[in-house]
Antibody, heavy 119, light 111 residues
């Protein structure tokens, strides 16, 4: 059964850093493109980052480029998001999400991990 | 910029509701890559429509999608209590890169 499980969220001060992890199971992780999508409290969805199956191609949303870095370890079936210079507006639930292989969209979502940026 | 959705729509049990999703010629109007997601409170989103009108297996045919120009729509027919949720549209906007844009979300209330 496919599973995506995020961890690493928590409370961090503005300007601080945090590393999110996502453990994947139940599918061929190394062959799948993955993304991080976030949702601020009571707000809509925002795409954050994208990484190809081999990890060699990455893209970022305008609001996080230069501050966030996505990576993966296919040997460990894991996805990561390194977040630096965090701002209050980065406060959100961060979802680990699989990009569908046969259409442009997202077919599997984790339950999310909450990141709170506050002094 | 985010796609534009109404903040809320409502309908009675058994009725139909339609949610609009307005973008631009760079996203909705440029690609047939519109998807829709249903999100119940405190749950992760779930895809219900992809490629404008296609349904993943297991999604009832009460959910249907369409597109005209820069505007996409999701129609829910035969409203059920379980359909009360937030709905988000999403469109590819990549061009030379990989980029997607979401709508702000629509709360569907079943009366």
């Amino acid at each position: 059964q496919l599973q995506l499980m995020e961890s690493g969220g928590g409370l961090v001060k503005p300007g601080g850093s945090l590393r999110l992890s996502c453990a994947a199971s139940g599918f061929g992780f190394s062959g799948e493109y993955m993304t991080w999508i976030r949702q601020a409290p009571g707000r809509g969805l925002e795409w954050v980052s994208y990484i190809s199956g081999g990890g060699f191609t990455t893209y970022y949303g305008d609001s996080v480029v230069g501050r966030f870095t996505v990576s993966r370890d296919n040997a460990k079936n894991s996805l990561y998001l390194e977040m630096n210079n965090l701002r209050a507006e980065d406060t959100a639930i961060y979802y680990c999400v699989r990009v569908a292989s046969d259409y442009v969209g997202f077919d599997s979502w984790g339950q999310g991990t909450l990141v709170t940026v506050s002094s | 910029s985010a796609l534009t959705q109404p903040r809320s729509v409502s309908g009675s049990l058994g009725q139909s509701v339609t949610i609009s999703c307005t973008g631009t010629s760079s996203d909705v109007g440029a690609y047939n890559y519109v998807s829709w997601y249903q999100q119940h409170p405190d749950k992760a989103p779930k895809v219900i429509i992809f490629d404008v009108y296609k349904r993943p297996s297991g999604v009832p045919d009460r959910f249907s999608g369409s597109k005209s120009g820069n505007r996409a729509s999701l129609t829910i027919s035969g409203l059920q209590a379980a359909d009360e949720a937030d709905y988000y549209c999403c469109s590819y906007a990549g061009g030379d890169t990989w980029d997607v844009v979401f709508g702000g979300g629509t709360k569907v209330t079943v009366l």
